[in-house]
């Protein structure tokens, strides 16, 4: 059976996420103070911190590939077994716009509350275990991918699977991490149907024109 127990020296999620984005002395964030704060929930953190703003509505161009390289370097990182998330020291160094993380701090917040109704920790030993954590990392590693590309629509499905699967690692809920590999199964299936309609199309097109 799955344990539903919960350790109460760990904040809630939504706490850790307004805590991970707290202006240092100067005022400002920097990545490496949010990486350091997130602890060895960074993983989970950093996913939850990627997928959010690809349900903004209007996205600047280009952000969606920026977003998925960012998550497969992440996702890399945990199929190597890299304990924590690694960052160069340039990029760590790196402050965050304010706009963003108004934006996160508001938004990202909000949003966290709400799961957080249904999201507890269960089955903690699962969801840390090393071979569930690497099958994590090539889920993400495709829905990543599908996000980056330029298909219409295909942004937001992806990114929920991303934000479900790091939230299942940041609060250790089983339940959650295994709906973002069932929303990864559910991409797949979308892009194989839609690769195959394209190859129906393509040789009813040559067909027609005698090729």
């Given amino acids: 059976m799955v344990s539903t127990k919960t350790h109460p020296s760990e904040p809630r999620l939504s706490e850790l996420f307004a805590r991970t984005l707290d202006a240092n002395q100067d005022g400002v964030v920097v990545l490496g103070e949010v990486l350091d704060?997130?602890?060895?929930?960074?993983?989970?953190f950093l996913l939850m911190l990627l997928a959010i703003p690809a349900f903004i509505p209007v996205l600047p161009p280009g952000t969606s590939g920026v977003l998925g390289a960012l998550m497969t370097l992440v996702a890399l990182q945990m199929l190597f077994g890299l304990k924590q998330p690694w960052f160069p020291q340039r990029w760590r160094k790196k402050v965050l716009s304010p706009k963003a993380v108004n934006a996160l701090q508001t938004r990202g917040v909000a949003l966290l509350r709400k799961i957080e109704k249904v999201s507890h920790p269960r089955g903690?030993?699962?969801?840390r275990n090393g071979l569930i954590l690497r099958l994590s990392a090539i889920i993400v590693i495709g829905l990543a991918l599908v996000l980056s590309s330029p298909m219409p629509f295909m942004n937001t499905l992806p990114a929920l699977g991303v934000l479900l699967i790091g939230i299942g690692l940041a609060n250790h809920d089983s339940y959650l991490l295994g709906g973002g590999w069932l929303v990864g199964v559910v991409v797949a299936l979308i892009m194989a149907l839609g690769v195959d309609a394209l190859l129906r199309l393509w040789r009813a097109v040559r067909g027609a024109m005698g090729l």
């Fill in 124 to 127: 903690r030993r699962f969801t």
């Fill in 37 to 44: 704060r997130a602890g060895d929930r960074g993983y989970g």
